[in-house]
Each structure stands twice: as C-alpha cells, then as structure tokens.
C-alpha cells in the first residue's frame, strides 16, 4: 500500500482512494461574508472576475490532469452560459450551487425550491446534460433545514455536499455522519457527501477539525490539512472533499470595505491558496464528486 507523503509532492500521492475535488464557482461580491456591504441589485454594476479566475483554475486542473466538479452558481450559468460550456468540454461535471446564493434556511422551502429549479435548468440549458448534484451556498442545510433535502429528491438530485458537521455561526450539523451516506426520507434516497473533517478526542471529548478547503485552507497550514487528508484516506480508509472558490485565487479583485469579521473570512491568505492548492492536487488523488461516490457502492442508482 502506498501512503500519501505529508509534505506533498508528485511522487507521494495517496494509496488508492480518491478524493472529491469540487469548486464552488460564484463571484467575490457574491459571498455571504459582504451580503451586508453589497445588495444583490448592485451585482451586475460590479466588475466580474469569475470566467477569468474559473478559467485559471481550469489551466491548473489541466496541468495536475485531474477533473473536478464546479458547483456553479445559477447567476453566474445565466450570464456567462459559455463558461458553463467550457468547465464541461474541458472533462468537468457540472452541478447546482443554487441560483442566487441565498441561505438555504432562509429561502423558505417555497424560495428554495424556485430557486434551484430555477438554477438547475440554466445549468442544463447550458450543458446539456442532466445536473444531479448540489452544494448550498455557505453550506446552509442545517439542523433547521433539512426539509432542503426531500426538495432536492424531488427535483431529481442524486446527491448532496451541503452538510458541515461543525458547530458554525453560519452553517453546520454537529455531530452529523462526517464521511458519504445514504439519506433515506419520505421522498425517496439521496446520497450525502459531508464537507471533511478530522476528528481528535481531547480530554475524553471528540473535537472536529474542518478540513475541506475554502477558508480552513487559507486559515491552516498546508501541513495540516496534507496530515488531515492522508488520516482520512489511509487510517480511516474514506475519500475527503476539496473545496475552493476562483475568487480565493485572485488576490487583485477589488477590495470590499466591510467589516473586521467579514474581511478576515474573506480576505486572509487569499495570495497564498493557489499555490496550497497545486501542492494538494500533487500529493493525492482527486476525481470528479459524482465519480468519488460512484465507486463507494452505496447504492443509489441515480449514479450510475
């Protein structure tokens, strides 16, 4: 068996499994941290940097010859439709980040179910294809909206990567399943991909580490998160998810002035994720979500 070296590398990639690389394709004045500072009636004013950065971060997928799955806001799909086309002809699977990035528990289920019908068909208009997967903006399936799920069953979701099992002030289910399962409900099945973490017992206590990406990648050092995934992988023996944003990899976009808190989540290490990145893609193993649970055998159908 061949382990993951924990200082990365080409020749130190991970054993057999494969982990879920996705990025969550959504612009910088488009993230929960600023819906304080930018109304959504501001957005199309803004100068828009996310076909650029997606198309960067297409370049580095290339390079490293892995395929991933771009969650793509509906917003993005209805104005940049040949984007969409792109991350596809280039190898990629295309799945729902919703369509105006509102808070799932938020939303309604009314307002939710619109609004990811609504992103759903953009998405499949541009594509072509089937979109089957979906990921909340901000991750905000909660404890106090899993109704969210019998929704996505119903308009024709296989699986789900919205669920954080953290304690969080935005999203999280603590203490909710941390590795891919079957979420069997009224409405039928869907299969549940879990943003990664790793797990510790302090003091008697289980303590979650989130390890997934975003801003954990930028907040981390490398060396933690490499050590994280290779516990996943190796002694746990389970795939863990990748995520990122373009917009994390464009330390040039225009700064937003908003508040301490806000500009911390978004701003900090922003000039370092690219190259974080391109060392995990070199030290282990990464494919498509869809493929990742695929080869699981959990039983949902819907994959294959």
Avoid at 110 to 134: C, M, N, P
Avoid at 160 to 174: A, E, K, L, Q
Avoid at 201 to 230: D, H, N
Wanted: some cysteine; proline content about 5%.
């Amino acid at each position: 068996m061949r382990k993951a070296c924990p200082r990365g590398g080409g020749s130190g990639k991970a054993w057999h499994m494969r982990n879920a690389l996705t990025i969550d394709v959504e612009d910088y004045y488009h993230v929960t941290a600023f819906e304080k500072y930018i109304k959504k009636g501001e957005w199309d004013s803004l100068p828009s940097r996310v076909v650029d950065n997606t198309l960067r971060v297409l370049d580095m997928a290339d390079e490293h010859s892995v395929k991933a799955t771009f969650f793509v806001l509906g917003w993005v799909a209805e104005r940049a439709p040949q984007l969409v086309r792109r991350i596809q002809e280039r190898g990629h699977e295309i799945a729902c980040h919703g369509y105006g990035h509102g808070l799932v528990y938020r939303l309604g289920a009314e307002g939710f179910r619109a609004d990811v019908k609504r992103a759903k068909s953009i998405l499949e208009d541009a594509s072509g294809q089937a979109v089957t997967g979906y990921r909340a903006p901000s991750y905000s399936i909660t404890g106090n909206s899993l109704w969210a799920i019998d929704i996505l069953i119903e308009e024709g979701f296989s699986y789900d990567s919205s669920i954080f099992p953290i304690t969080h002030d935005v999203y999280g289910i603590p203490g909710a399943e941390r590795f891919p399962y079957v979420i069997k409900r009224p409405t039928g099945s869907i299969l549940e991909f879990p943003l990664s973490t790793r797990e510790f017992s302090i003091w008697g206590r289980a303590f979650r580490l989130p390890v997934a990406g975003g801003g954990y990648l930028r907040l981390f050092p490398l060396w933690v998160i490499k050590k994280a995934i290779a516990h996943i992988n190796e002694s746990e023996k389970q795939p863990a998810v990748l995520y990122f944003h373009p917009w994390e990899m464009d330390p040039g976009q225009p700064r937003i002035d908003a508040g301490l808190l806000s500009s911390f989540r978004h701003y900090t290490n922003i000039d370092k994720t690219m190259e974080k990145t391109a060392s995990l893609l070199s030290a282990f193993r990464f494919a498509p979500m869809r493929s990742v649970l695929s080869g699981l055998g959990l039983g949902n159908s819907a994959l294959n």
